[in-house]
């Protein structure tokens, strides 16, 4: 008795047919019924009635059926493990990242991983922070850093592993009104002009939602999903906008910008976020305790940031 013959068995017992079992099988007919006979004669009982008109299942056949299931059930399943074990080593983990990775120090994360990790491919993936989710619904990313607020509602398809936590700041031109003050209130800027990332991104979002708290729907003039692009239309006094301080911290010496300090407390969180039904994959939990391990480290050795 083989793991083939029980396979054989299953099929045949679903088709109750053995032509059309033999052809499933891509079997002679004859071969098969040798092999049902082989399993009967090792057994010593029945598992099928046969006439040149029906096949039907024996008591015995019926029962047999639950322990075959179950045996090929659980040998896929020990297949399936060890192909995991074999990924620890060897593998490729598709990597979402949103555009501003290199701001917040990620960059050496993956460098220092594919050290730790040779034989292991991180094939980058760069989308907004949206439509990473959506990719690792669709299997097409492995895991994925995105920005997300204080929730999200995608608890019930990912895990979220919160990373840096980081805070929204203003932005402004060097010679705008409000760029001469150390902290504001977020509401003191309802009457300007924004220029936030696109409406796809959870930063956009944050943003949005943040300007509600304090009381006022801002007046949107330009989208970009490119800081750089953002900060530039900043410099040139054609509006604000909201930006965590890594990201100030990234681009304060370009565009001509001052950075402000909100008396709101507007959090932001830097996560790592992997469908659950890829995270018992082994090389994508090797990742995931990599990164955890690393952050870990980071803000002991640099404090909060990562930059």
Not at 138 to 167: C, Q
Not at 225 to 239: E, F, K, P, Q, T
Not at 295 to 305: S, W
Request: aromatic share 8%; charged share 25%; proline share 3%.
């Amino acid at each position: 008795m083989d793991i083939e013959q029980l396979k054989n068995f299953l099929i045949l017992a679903k088709l109750l047919h053995f032509s059309k079992a033999a052809e499933e099988i891509c079997l002679s007919q004859s071969s098969l019924s040798k092999q049902i006979d082989k399993l009967e004669q090792e057994c010593n009982v029945k598992f099928f009635d046969r006439t040149t008109r029906i096949v039907r299942l024996t008591p015995a056949g019926k029962e047999f059926c639950k322990y075959a299931k179950n045996i090929v059930d659980e040998v896929d399943k020990a297949k399936k493990q060890m192909r995991e074990y074999t990924e620890m080593e060897q593998g490729i983990i598709v990597l979402g990242s949103f555009p501003i990775i290199s701001h917040l120090g990620l960059t050496s994360l993956i460098a220092d991983f594919h050290k730790a990790y040779p034989n292991i491919e991180l094939k980058l993936r760069e989308a907004e922070s949206k439509t990473l989710l959506q990719l690792g619904k669709d299997r097409e990313v492995d895991a994925a850093f995105i920005p997300i607020g204080n929730h999200t509602d995608d608890d019930s398809f990912f895990d979220f592993y919160p990373l840096i936590e980081d805070k929204l700041m203003l932005m402004t031109c060097k010679f705008h009104p409000l760029g001469n003050s150390h902290v504001i209130s977020l509401s003191e800027a309802s009457q300007e002009k924004f220029i936030f990332m696109t409406r796809n991104t959870f930063a956009h979002d944050i943003c949005i939602s943040a300007c509600k708290s304090a009381g006022f729907e801002p007046k949107i003039v330009h989208e970009s999903n490119n800081w750089d692009m953002i900060s530039g239309l900043v410099g040139a006094d054609l509006g604000i906008s909201l930006v965590t301080s890594q990201v100030a911290n990234a681009i304060s010496e370009r565009h001509n910008t001052e950075f402000i300090r909100l008396k709101e407390n507007v959090n932001v969180t830097i996560a790592l976020a992997i469908p659950k039904d890829v995270n018992t994959v082994r090389s994508v939990n090797a990742f995931k305790n990599f990164v955890l391990d690393w952050t870990k480290l980071a803000h002991t050795q640099r404090g909060t940031g990562l930059a």
